[in-house]
């Protein structure tokens, strides 16, 4: 039986896939529509941060089959992770600055 800690971390993470996933697409269909530039810093910050999350999902401690990670490995996930959410923020923050 799976614990409720391992489910909880699946669901969240299903829950950040699907709405930077639809936030992703709706950027990337008003880039198409607008023919803003800017707008296309957005749709690669959204995409950015959705890949983070897959990152995690497949990599995380429990979720492979080779046993727990290192600490070192873990680090390395983490920052990874967060570097891409980074990233993805700054590429948004970057958009925003660009829209006048």
Same mark, same amino acid.
């Given at each position: 039986?799976?614990?409720?800690?391992?489910?909880?971390?699946?669901?969240?993470?299903? +829950?950040? /896939? !699907?709405?930077?996933?639809?936030? $992703? %697409?709706?950027?990337?269909?008003?880039?198409?529509?607008?023919?803003? =530039?800017?707008?296309?810093?957005?749709? +690669?910050? /959204? !995409?950015?941060?959705?890949?983070? $999350? %897959?990152?995690?999902?497949?990599?995380?401690?429990?979720?492979?089959? =080779?046993?727990?990670?290192?600490?070192?490995?873990?680090?390395?996930?983490?920052?990874?992770?967060?570097?891409?959410?980074?990233?993805?923020?700054?590429?948004?923050?970057?958009?925003?600055?660009?829209?006048?």
């Amino acid at each position: 039986m799976i614990d409720v800690e391992v489910w909880m971390f699946v669901a969240s993470n299903l +829950l950040v /896939f !699907a709405v930077g996933g639809t936030l $992703t %697409v709706l950027s990337y269909r008003a880039q198409r529509r607008f023919e803003q =530039t800017s707008l296309r810093y957005t749709t +690669l910050g /959204f !995409a950015l941060i959705t890949v983070s $999350t %897959v990152v995690e999902a497949f990599y995380a401690p429990g979720m492979i089959n =080779t046993g727990p990670l290192t600490d070192s490995q873990l680090l390395v996930l983490y920052t990874v992770e967060s570097g891409l959410i980074g990233l993805g923020l700054a590429s948004v923050a970057y958009s925003v600055l660009q829209y006048e």
